[in-house]
């Protein structure tokens, strides 16, 4: 009886150092497809400041200065419009690269200025509100899914529809009117309560600059400040994660390896958290990618009735005026970030999905 | 895992009348007693999108009652800071938003399916284009693209629509590209181009029949987020003019008059109400249906 | 003659639906013992595998279950939760048809091998990891500790299978089904997977339930062989009696239809031929893909 040696197949036997590689490889990739999706993005907002049908001088100066010849001449020499539109294209990026974005007709400021103030604060919501989002989620999709066809499935697919369903701008404000107005237990608009000095600025995130500064009733006023506006991206993502984590978690509960799992005689929270979720990971991990997308959006429709000087506020206020090239602005800085985070979630499958790393 | 020990009873099969086989035919989502309420909530709204204006108990844009006016005797849900009665607002909104939103969802069907046929049809770069593309929209979130897009269009409702579109047709295209991908392996296109059939013929008789149905439902999936889309661009100020009655720009007046809770509470229940009911009917379809639209 | 390591009683199996109760076993009643390979012989929907998934207490949801399935004194149908578990994986083992779906891909072998030792036998890491790798080199796959650091997708059909085995073999079962182990595997692969099975019934006194639709692979691996048909046994006694001497109809013409056996096997003489340790197993890639669904 000879006792045989392993025999791992080719992929085996490049070991450690060919799973490296393929992983090296894959990262690559998505490293190149985002930088052609950023490409892509800024020729999306050059094509849309100058070639949308319109006059981009009576959209950035204002109607009565588009009727003022050489008001226009003038700005059409300073943004080079007069040149040919590669030309304008290339220009265009050379700005970009120095974070020359223009500048805001309505605050009269570099757009990159007024983003970089409003970035952090509409960060500090947006990464509160996905936690919430994906923990509350998760857990729901799970409970429904093994809950699948009972009466807590069927409450809480109302409760996801619900959700999803929800205009987000009518959540603000009805949550606004109920938990500051009538009941007093939110703190007013803004950040801050007036008087309270802002963290000296590190992250631009006031709760986290306070705490790195030690400023304790700083942190518990900017968390007051946060609770709100948190709530209500919360509830407008939630519905969503509910239901892919269900959808998900279902399919991966009809696995065989989760049967096999169960046959071990693994106790019922062990096959959940190790096998179940695991198993899952991939496609829920997508799905909080996308939904912090929805999140961004709904930041831009939601941050005005709380008085939050985020980026959704300064949409708000430069799409009511019309100030293109704030617009614009962010809707860079916007797609940016949420490249960003898929580029995030891309990566992250590489490391939870060892399959990835073959190049599967 | 329940193990009850019981002998083994054969049921008889109980006898079925016409209504109860009607009743066990209609998609399963709807046999619920929540099913039924959101089915008649959506018939209800699109009879109002037809007669709102008809039974509207004022003119929905004259400034004729007082300002301000809580719900009540007066106004049944109150008046606005124009003095205009809220009421007949929404009844007359109804229109605007549901009529707008149907009107947006079979345009990005149409878009995206054509697209989505001529990507997995003929291959190669037409694909490659055009699902690059697809990758390019679905890289802004969405209400932002739109958003962008309607701010460098100019506001109007006609804007708010197409920039809606530029946003909306991407699900669509895909859904339908992966439908003719499936189908163009199969036996039966194959062996109606070997018969010699022209690839309009092959699309024609073979292919479309075959996508309608996940279309379909992705679309009564859709109208919803159109709604919300479309109501969202509005309250952004980037949809309809003042004094049209559109439910989401009377939200945005309730922003500045919060303490009016009438002003944003009923025009958000109106979308909420559209909203949810064409989800939930579409949520019974893809039930029914099940053909995977909810994995991208 | 001792008692059998796994006794099925008059097992009775409905699912409850819409349209009233579906029978789906009728009165199943079967006696393994240790170191006797019983096989459970039939065609796919006679309810074989949902007899072997009821002895753990893993039947379909609304089943309806009644009979007695007997394993040391206990009846394994009126035990439930963690008492359930703890003869799950424990005193019980099973194994899966595909390799490919059962072990699960993102998880290391070793966390595959060591989660329910450590569960049942309360052992720390590194004792459980020690454990792990002599089961590995028991159904020779060797290579240890590196092994265990690798992930399924790494390893052929035919040794998936086998870590599949040792899983289920890893906390020193006394019963193992194996549901169909060999249908997903590459013919070639078979034959090896099959004598690992029948040189640990010789060596460890284990008692198999061993199902399957092949009656080729069950000629050379099972010692007696039960017949199974629209949920109830027809017929059930020696291998060598089954199949020279049929007694009943329908296993006179499931052995007609049988063709030349999977990887040539048609008898327990051919099986001993067969290193069960794998040499005869190529190494050649792709061997591992799915042959079946």
Redesign the interface.
């Known amino acids: 009886?000879?006792?045989?040696?392993?025999?791992?197949?080719?992929?085996?036997r490049r070991g450690g150092g060919g799973r490296h590689a393929a992983l090296a490889r894959y990262i690559a990739k998505r490293l190149v497809i985002a930088i052609g999706?950023l490409f892509?993005?800024t020729l999306?907002?050059f094509c849309?400041?100058n070639l949308?049908?319109?006059d981009p001088v009576a959209?950035a100066l204002g109607q009565r200065a588009a009727d003022d010849p050489e008001t226009v001449a003038r700005f059409r020499a300073e943004y080079g419009l007069d040149q040919s539109l590669p030309a304008q294209y290339v220009a265009y990026l050379g700005r970009l690269i120095h974070f020359d974005l223009g500048t805001s007709w309505q605050t009269h400021r570099p757009v990159s200025a007024d983003l970089a103030k409003a970035v952090p604060a509409t960060m500090e919501i947006a990464f509160g509100a996905i936690v919430c989002a994906a923990v509350i989620g998760i857990t729901f999709g799970a409970w429904s899914a093994y809950r699948r066809g009972r009466l807590t499935d069927?409450s809480l697919r109302?409760v996801s529809?619900?959700g999803?369903?929800?205009?987000?701008?009518?959540t603000a404000?009805?949550c606004?009117?109920v938990f500051y107005?009538r009941l007093g237990w939110a703190p007013g608009s803004g950040r801050l309560t007036p008087g309270v000095a802002a963290p000296p600025r590190v992250t631009g995130m006031y709760t986290v600059d306070a705490l790195l500064a030690g400023e304790w009733r700083t942190f518990v006023d900017a968390s007051a400040h946060l609770a709100l506006p948190t709530l209500v991206l919360t509830l407008y993502t939630v519905g969503l994660l509910t239901?892919?984590s269900r959808?998900s978690i279902l399919e991966v509960l009809d696995?065989?390896?989760v049967?096999?799992?169960?046959?071990?005689?693994?106790?019922g929270r062990?096959v959940f958290f190790?096998?179940v979720l695991?198993?899952a990971?991939v496609p829920i991990l997508?799905v909080v990618g996308?939904a912090f997308?929805?999140l961004?959006?709904?930041t831009?429709?939601v941050e005005?009735?709380f008085g939050w000087p985020g980026l959704g506020s300064y949409?708000?206020q430069?799409?009511?005026k019309?100030d293109?090239l704030a617009?614009?602005g962010?809707?860079l800085v916007?797609?940016l970030v949420?490249?960003c985070v898929?580029l995030v979630v891309d990566l992250a499958y590489g490391f939870?999905?060892?399959?990835v790393r073959?190049g599967? | 895992m329940t193990r009850v020990e019981t002998q083994d009873r054969r049921q008889q099969a109980p006898r079925r009348s016409l209504t109860r086989r009607l009743w066990r035919a209609a998609p399963p989502g709807l046999r619920q007693p929540l099913g039924l309420v959101a089915a008649l909530v959506a018939a209800a709204w699109l009879v109002i999108c037809l007669i709102g204006p008809v039974i509207a108990p004022h003119d929905p844009l004259a400034q004729e009652l007082p300002r301000f006016t809580p719900p009540g005797e007066i106004a049944f849900l109150g008046t606005d800071e124009l003095g205009r009665d809220l009421l007949s607002r929404i009844l007359a909104g109804a229109r605007v938003t549901i009529g707008l939103s149907l009107l947006l969802v079979c345009l990005s069907m149409l878009i995206g399916s054509v697209l989505g046929l001529l990507a997995g049809f003929f291959g190669r770069w037409v694909d490659e284009t055009i699902m690059r593309f697809t990758d390019l929209v679905l890289a802004f979130p969405t209400v932002i693209l739109a958003m962008v897009t309607a701010a460098a269009l100019g506001a109007s409702l006609f804007n708010a629509v197409l920039a809606a579109l530029v946003v909306s047709w991407p699900p669509y295209a895909r859904v339908v590209r992966s439908i003719v991908l499936g189908l163009r392996g199969n036996d039966f296109v194959f062996s109606g181009r070997l018969l010699g059939f022209s690839a309009a013929r092959s699309i024609r008789v073979d292919i479309l029949p075959n996508t309608l149905g996940p279309t379909l439902v992705l679309a009564s999936l859709d109208i919803g987020t159109a709604a919300l889309l479309l109501s969202g661009l509005s309250f952004l100020g980037l949809g309809a003019k003042p004094p049209t009655p559109e439910w989401g720009s009377m939200v945005s007046a309730a922003v500045s008059h919060f303490d009016k809770w009438w002003l944003g509470v009923f025009p958000g229940l109106a979308i909420l109400t559209v909203v949810m009911s064409f989800n939930f009917i579409g949520d019974a379809l893809r039930d029914a249906l099940d053909p995977g639209v909810e994995r991208r | 003659m001792t008692a059998p390591a796994l006794r099925i009683e008059s097992l009775s199996l409905g699912i409850r639906g819409e349209d009233g109760l579906t029978p789906i076993l009728d009165q199943v009643s079967l006696d393994v013992g240790r170191g006797e390979v019983q096989g459970l012989a039939g065609e796919s929907g006679s309810g074989k595998t949902i007899t072997g998934l009821t002895v753990i207490g893993l039947e379909p949801a609304k089943s309806e279950v009644t009979g007695h399935i007997w394993m040391d004194g206990d009846d394994l149908l009126k035990i439930t939760g963690s008492a359930l578990n703890a003869v799950r994986g424990s005193r019980v083992g099973m194994v899966f048809q595909d390799p490919g779906t059962s072990l699960h891909p993102q998880l290391k072998v070793g966390a595959q091998l060591t989660d329910h030792v450590r569960y049942h036998l309360k052992v720390g890491k590194g004792e459980a990891l020690d454990r792990a790798a002599a089961a590995l080199d028991r159904v020779g796959v060797g290579g240890g500790r590196d092994t265990l650091s690798r992930y399924p997708h790494e390893f052929s059909g035919g040794q998936r299978q086998r870590i599949a085995i040792a899983i289920a073999l890893a906390c020193d079962p006394a019963v193992l089904i194996a549901d169909e182990p060999t249908t997903a595997l590459d013919v070639t692969v078979q034959a090896g997977v099959l004598a690992l099975i029948r040189s640990l019934v010789d060596s460890l006194g284990l008692a198999v339930l061993f199902i399957t639709h092949d009656l080729g692979v069950m000629s050379a691996v099972a010692d007696r062989v039960a017949i199974m048909r629209h949920g109830r046994i027809v017929e059930n006694g020696d291998r060598r009696q089954v199949f020279t001497a049929p007694a009943h109809a329908y296993t006179r013409e499931l052995l007609a239809s049988l063709p030349g056996a999977a990887g040539g096997l048609r008898s327990r003489e051919d099986l001993a031929r067969i290193d069960p340790f794998g040499a005869g197993e190529g190494s050649g890639e792709g061997q591992g893909e799915r042959s079946a669904p």
């Open positions: 009886m000879s006792l045989a040696s392993p025999q791992p197949d080719a992929k085996g999706l892509g993005m999306v907002t849309l400041t949308v049908p319109g959209a069927q109302l529809l619900v999803i369903s929800l205009p987000t701008f009518w404000i009805v606004f009117y107005y239901r892919f959808t696995q065989d390896y049967r096999a799992a169960k046959a071990k005689g693994l106790p062990t190790r096998y695991r198993g990971a997508t996308l997308g929805s961004l959006s709904g831009v429709l005005s009735i949409a708000y430069a799409s009511s019309l293109l617009v614009m962010v809707g916007v797609g949420y490249l898929n939870i999905d060892p399959r073959v599967r």
